[in-house]
């Protein structure tokens, strides 16, 4: 099984870096997208009592008020993770030991 992995990562270490990047970015808007459907599921179970042809000023303000607290909430929890990574030795420094 350790040889599966070790040739898994020496084949990482070859992939075209503009493939690579084009690879990250994409997660990226993977992540956000993630995101985005999220916070709209959330808030919508949230605001919306019933349909209409308009949306109301009480709506309207529950959708901003939610939207905000949804990417406050989720910018917190990333920096908080962040931290506690930063606070913990990196796996990989502790195995070379």
Known sequence: ???SSSSSAAG???VDPQL????EVETQKQRFQQLV????????EKCMDKPGPK??????ACFVNCAERFIDTSQFILNRL?????????FSESLSD
Do not use: N, Y
């Not at 690579?20 to 690879?23: D, G, L, Y």
């Not at 962040?82 to 990196?90: H, I």
């Open 20 to 23: 690579q990047h084009f690879i």
């Open 55 to 60: 949306l109301d000023s009480r709506a309207e």
């Open 1 to 3: 099984m350790a040889s």
């Open 37 to 44: 459907h999220q916070m709209t599921e959330l808030c919508w």
């Open 82 to 90: 962040e931290q506690t990574q930063k606070s913990k030795p990196v």
């Open 12 to 14: 990482l270490g070859s």
